[in-house]
């Protein structure tokens, strides 16, 4: 029973001293640790039902790239009133992106029916 204590306490002895001497690594409170993330592309949508884009204005950051979809059961064109971007005929169903990379106010008409107007402001 004794030899049985004693390899008890040698086997105690052996644990937490080594345990003493080799602790685990700790954190470094003067390192700051930081995780970069690249921004994922943004993007916005335009809906254009009942012969209206919508919504019919917007603000968006430069980069960001504007996607409209035809909702209607006719033709629509998303045209800029400046000549900048122009989407042809988008039929039924179709969609069309333009990326907006310069800042600035850009008004937009369907040259087919020239009532339904929007806009987009791309800021930064």
Do not use: E
Request: with cysteine.
């Amino acid at each position: 029973m004794k030899i049985l204590l004693t390899a008890m306490m040698v086997s105690l002895v052996l644990l937490f001293g080594c345990a003493a001497s080799n602790p685990l690594p700790q954190p470094n409170p003067n390192t700051t640790t930081l995780t970069l993330q690249t921004p994922a592309a943004a993007s916005s949508a335009v809906q254009i039902s009942n012969f209206a884009f919508n919504p019919s204005s917007m603000s968006v950051a430069k980069g960001t790239t504007v996607t409209w979809t035809n909702n209607d059961n006719t033709a629509h064109t998303i045209t800029s009133t400046t000549g900048a971007f122009d989407s042809g005929r988008l039929q039924t169903g179709a969609s069309w992106s333009f990326t907006f990379n310069t800042a600035g106010t850009y008004d937009y008409i369907c040259s087919i029916h020239t009532s339904m107007k929007g806009q987009i402001v791309v800021t930064g």
